[in-house]
């Protein structure tokens, strides 16, 4: 007793202070335990099937040390606290964000929806025969010049063995058109996916709209899982858009985004189905299409593309 009573009283008041302390410690290690559990679940949130540790924590020390009283300034204990304050920041930002992107990616699905909705019923009209193929009324009505249906897949003689086949006959029996087909090279490097790509570009970019749709659509439909087949759909959507046929178009983009979301071509698509729905007049479903493409491909896109958005935004009149 008499040693302690010998004490200073500095070194008494330290270890009365010391039980306090580690309580402040305990609860700043649980509320940083529970936010780091947070902070992954929002992770796996925005970023499903990626790395756990995609989204680093941006702490940095603050200029001005949060004090919280009968804590010393500095330390241990305040640098923790700091850290708290930091991650629980972020973690609140990260958060509004997530519901953000959520939200407009629900008004984007709701939208193309209903579009989409609209236009198979009226492909399953013409299909079945209740209305002619190239009604002007259904053409004004719907704003778009196409009353085709997307063009089946077909496969040349004796292609019997997966390889994709020649594309189907022009649309009209016209010897000039058949010899520029003709005059298109073939390529043959023994990558059945990559060759029929090579060859629809080559032919859409002759102009050869439907040529380029036939040879274009066994990519995607025989090969989905190779990287050409991104590439594909987006093409063949631009040949629909081309072609002065947007609604045609604007189906392709979306399914190519939504179909292959992280296909090389994902962001073109995203790009081109706001054109597709500007030639359709639908301005506020094509401002909603620019910011799902900034949103979610913003880091990505080239400094041309966030140029073209910024003057299609314009052009809407998108807020």
Not at 161 to 174: I, R, S
Request: glycine share 8%; net charge neutral.
């Amino acid at each position: 007793m008499r040693t302690f009573l010998g004490l200073p009283l500095a070194a008494l008041g330290l270890l009365l202070a010391l039980p306090a302390a580690a309580q402040d410690q305990g609860a700043l290690d649980g509320r940083v335990n529970k936010l780091e559990r947070e902070m992954r679940a929002v992770q796996r949130k925005v970023f499903p099937g990626g790395a756990p540790n995609q989204v680093e924590p941006q702490i940095t020390a603050p200029t001005q040390p949060t004090e919280i009283p009968g804590t010393p300034s500095s330390g241990p204990l305040a640098t923790l606290t700091a850290r708290v304050d930091a991650l629980e920041s972020q973690q609140q930002s990260l958060t509004g964000q997530l519901e953000q992107l959520q939200y407009k990616q629900r008004q984007l699905e709701e939208a193309f929806a209903a579009y989409k909705a609209a236009t198979d019923a009226r492909f399953k009209t013409i299909e079945a025969g209740a209305l002619p193929p190239a009604t002007p009324g259904a053409v004004a009505a719907s704003g778009d010049t196409s009353t085709d249906a997307p063009p089946p897949a077909t496969r040349g003689p004796g292609n019997g063995n997966g390889t994709l086949g020649a594309p189907a006959a022009t649309p009209a029996a016209d010897p000039a058109r058949a010899a520029r087909v003709n005059a298109i090279e073939k390529p043959s490097t023994g990558d059945a996916a990559e060759d029929g790509y090579t060859y629809g570009y080559r032919l859409w970019n002759a102009k050869l709209y439907p040529e380029a749709i036939a040879a274009l659509r066994p990519v995607v439909q025989q090969y989905p899982k190779h990287r050409r087949a991104s590439f594909a759909q987006n093409l063949i959507g631009r040949s629909y858009l081309d072609d002065g046929k947007p609604s045609l178009a604007s189906r392709e983009f979306y399914d190519n985004y939504k179909n292959l979301p992280d296909g090389e071509r994902a962001p073109d698509s995203l790009f081109y189905l706001a054109d597709a729905l500007t030639k359709l007049k639908k301005t506020k479903e094509a401002c909603d299409v620019y910011g799902e493409l900034t949103d979610v491909y913003g880091d990505k896109i080239s400094a041309t593309m966030k140029a073209d958005v910024a003057k299609g935004r314009t052009a809407n009149k998108c807020a």
